[in-house]
């Protein structure tokens, strides 16, 4: 896309340097220290699945158990593969069940024990890799052979709290034209320590993620893609205090998006900071082997601070999660950046603004799939308003080659949609994708004028503000509540009683491969 809004390259580059420079701290603390989810994950990936009567994953009662002997400075590998080798257990839930029961003895090993702890360790994580790998290959395969439908992919939220219900009705919104499904969780999922086990029938206000409800959804979108000759793409939401286990559970299973920021779940469901920031690296790490996209948080920002004034905090969230992207070993092409069509309609020239900031952005991030979202703070119950205001941001969306539009629904705050409403807003989407799906080739502002003019002014924002972070450090910008207003100190929220700092010596066969294959 050639630029339009002669954006200075020369500042340009500064802020994606402020970027790095304000997030390499950050990096760091998640390089030298681990959580008790990142270890989950570890044994998720080889294989430990299954919960006790009570529900608890093994992964939490064996990651517990070593922590309670052991610690968890050296990572969970070493001392799980090594007393599965000294107490000759059979497989990881044997030991898991074993270790619940206060029966296994688990120590740190050196020498030869722990160089075999590492070859049985890599060789089991090892295999949940090449199910993701192969699960990858599927993927490709599948958008040969079935066929990829054009951008901007209209993607569409179904979840009812049952799964089982979800199902018909995400094959009948693919019918109806959704080309990505999204199975929002369960209101309070990312603050559950633990992911639940198996297929689920109740949820409030979504459906709980889980690897079984993964399997179930993929599998019946398949047969819908088959059906129609595209491929659906499936989302889920990797963010909480999951958000490890999560992906690797999502790669298993070959999803193709998941929402993974860790601002969302510091800002809306305070979680501590440093937790989630050292989650989402490693969660990233899995993605980016998987060939997830990524979808960001920013438009939530939009929800609690004022879309205008707030703007350039969007650029700035979404040039740290470029860098943090990248850093972790994901491409530009999985970085569904996330921004929002959230500007007060009372506003004049709010739609002038709409597309100054949207066409920014496009800019900016040319090679990312953009997931730009529809209005709901300024959803007034007006439902014929509400229609027209969907519309406008559909063009808008299509004028500035947004690759992601999630639909609006003219209920949106109401009530769950109903199916009719669902059907109403992928017409709404589909009319002016025919009717103005060309219209961004022709649209130039001026260069003086007042869009151009806008969205300069909201980059040099950017900049400002990125210079302020760098010096008084992001942890500390979180604090004050730069973005999405709320303040969330780094010592504060859920979760911070699962940070580890790594000692010497620490081990993790999943980060070692992951980074080994970049």
């Not at 529900?55 to 064996?62: A, F, I, S, T």
């Not at 959704?178 to 559950?192: E, F, N, P, Y």
């Not at 206000?205 to 793409?233: C, H, I, K, P, W």
Request: hydrophobic fraction near 40%.
């Amino acid at each position: 896309m050639t630029t339009k809004l002669n954006l200075d390259p020369a500042l340009v580059r500064q802020v994606r340097e402020l970027a790095r420079q304000a997030a390499e701290p950050v990096v760091h603390l998640a390089r030298t220290h681990t959580t008790v989810s990142v270890e989950r994950a570890v044994l998720r990936l080889a294989g430990l699945g299954g919960a006790d009567e009570d529900g608890m994953p093994w992964v939490n009662r064996l990651t517990d158990a070593i922590r309670e002997t052991t610690g968890l400075e050296h990572g969970v590998a070493l001392p799980a593969w090594d007393a599965m080798a000294t107490g000759n257990y059979p497989d990881l839930r044997t030991l898991a069940q074993q270790a619940a029961g206060g029966q296994v003895k688990f120590r740190v090993p050196g020498g030869e024990d722990a160089a075999a702890a590492r070859r049985a360790a890599a060789r089991s994580v090892g295999k949940g890799l090449a199910r993701i790998d192969q699960q990858r290959a599927a993927r490709s395969a599948l958008l040969r052979d079935i066929g990829d439908p054009p951008k901007p992919w209209i993607y569409l939220i179904v979840a009812t709290g049952d799964i089982y219900e979800d199902i018909p009705q995400a094959q009948a919104a693919a019918r109806e034209g959704a080309d990505i499904i999204a199975v929002i969780r369960s209101t309070g999922q990312s603050l559950l320590d633990y992911v639940p086990e198996g297929a689920t029938r109740e949820g409030y206000a979504g459906t709980y993620a889980t690897q079984e409800n993964f399997r179930l959804m993929r599998a019946a979108l398949d047969d819908v893609s088959r059906e129609l000759g595209r491929y659906v793409r499936l989302t889920n939401y990797a963010s909480g205090l999951c958000m490890p286990e999560i992906a690797a559970l999502a790669g298993l299973e070959r999803l193709d998006m998941m929402l993974n920021d860790c601002m969302y779940g510091i800002i809306f469901r305070d979680i501590n900071p440093i937790r989630t920031f050292i989650d989402q690296r490693f969660s990233r790490q899995v993605h980016a082997r998987a060939g997830i996209i990524i979808n960001t948080g920013e438009d939530n920002y939009l929800t609690t601070a004022d879309a205008v004034d707030a703007a350039h905090t969007v650029v700035v969230s979404q040039l740290l999660n470029e860098y943090f992207g990248l850093e972790a070993g994901l491409e530009d092409w999985q970085l569904g950046l996330g921004h929002a069509f959230e500007i007060n309609p009372e506003v004049p020239d709010s739609f002038l603004l709409e597309l100054a900031h949207a066409l920014l952005i496009r800019e900016l991030f040319p090679d990312a799939p953009l997931k730009y979202m529809p209005p709901t703070k300024h959803m007034t119950g007006n439902v014929f308003a509400g229609y027209l205001l969907d519309a406008f941001f559909n063009l808008c969306g299509v004028m500035t080659d947004q690759s992601i539009l999630l639909i609006g629904m003219m209920t949106e705050g109401i009530h769950t949609p109903f199916l009719s409403d669902r059907d109403l807003a992928l017409e709404n989407v589909r009319y002016v994708r025919r009717a103005a799906g060309r219209l961004g080739e022709s649209f130039r502002p001026e260069p003086d004028g007042f869009v151009a003019r806008r969205a300069r002014q909201v980059l040099g924002e950017s900049a400002g503000l990125l210079e302020r972070i760098k010096a008084d450090g992001l942890l500390a910008a979180i604090g004050e509540g730069t973005f999405g207003v709320t303040r969330r100190p780094p010592g504060g929220g859920r979760g911070l009683d699962g940070v580890i700092e790594r000692a010497d010596g620490y081990w993790n066969p999943a980060i070692d491969m992951l980074e080994g294959a970049r």
